[in-house]
């Protein structure tokens, strides 16, 4: 089954502790993304890979970082939680190679830092 | 620069009764639009998108929106609402079928009363 997998699906921590929430997907998609999901916000995008160590910013991406050695994996990291970062967080890829045609989402992870 | 508004962060329909939720985009070129559906607890979904092709787009669930340039608009309807309808929908843009990068909407609740 196609799918991208998101863990943790709840994490609750304190400020400052590193914290690593990891995505994969199994569709050999070329492109991967973050995005964040605030009331009233939409989803903005985080960071981005066009491919296997190719990651650039999106829209918001401050206090974030992100790697991407492996093609199936796209881990989001954040070095020093802040309560602001308090959100629900989506992983998504989509293949590009023949011109982007709809994104898959994972199930999300809903992170509260205190 | 890109962008998307959907009027009405809440919308509340009978059973039964027609569903509208409305999707206005801003682009200088022509966009790929989407809708997403999200369950409570549960990843975005795709319900439908346009890519350029027939200006009325038929999605899954009974779902259709129509391409109106002049209007710039991609509004969302079904017939007749159900139940099971009822969660959060987002209308989305991108303009390159070369990235899989998602401009969003702010997303808009759909309740359904018996």
Not at chain 2, 18 to 28: K, Q
Not at chain 2, 53 to 63: D, E, Q, R, S, Y
Request: aromatic share 12%.
């Amino acid at each position: 089954e196609a799918q991208v997998t998101q863990n943790p699906r709840y994490l609750i921590t304190v400020t400052g502790k590193k914290l690593t929430v990891t995505c994969s997907q199994n569709m050999n998609h070329e492109y991967m993304s973050w995005y964040r999901q605030d009331p009233g916000l939409g989803l903005r995008q985080i960071y981005y890979s066009m491919n296997v160590e190719v990651t650039d910013k999106g829209d918001v991406p401050e206090g974030y970082k992100v790697s991407r050695k492996e093609k199936r994996n796209f881990p989001l990291i954040l070095e020093s939680p802040s309560p602001n970062q308090t959100s629900l967080y989506f992983c998504a890829s989509s293949s590009v190679r023949w011109g982007f045609t709809e994104a898959f989402f994972g199930q999300g992870t809903r992170l509260t830092v205190v | 620069a890109q962008s998307v508004t959907q009027l009405g962060s809440h919308v509340s329909v009978s059973e039964g009764a027609l569903v509208l939720l409305r999707c206005n985009y801003s682009s200088s070129v022509p966009p790929y639009l989407f809708w997403y559906v999200q369950y409570p607890n549960q990843g975005l979904q795709l319900l439908l998108k346009y890519t350029s092709a027939a200006t009325l787009v038929k999605g899954i669930n009974g779902f259709e929106a129509e391409f109106k340039k002049s209007e710039t608009s991609f509004h969302l309807t079904k017939p007749s609402a159900h139940m099971s309808d009822a969660a959060e929908y987002f209308c989305a843009v991108t303009i390159s079928s070369n990235t899989g990068k998602l401009i969003f909407g702010q997303g808009t609740t759909l309740q359904v009363k018996p």
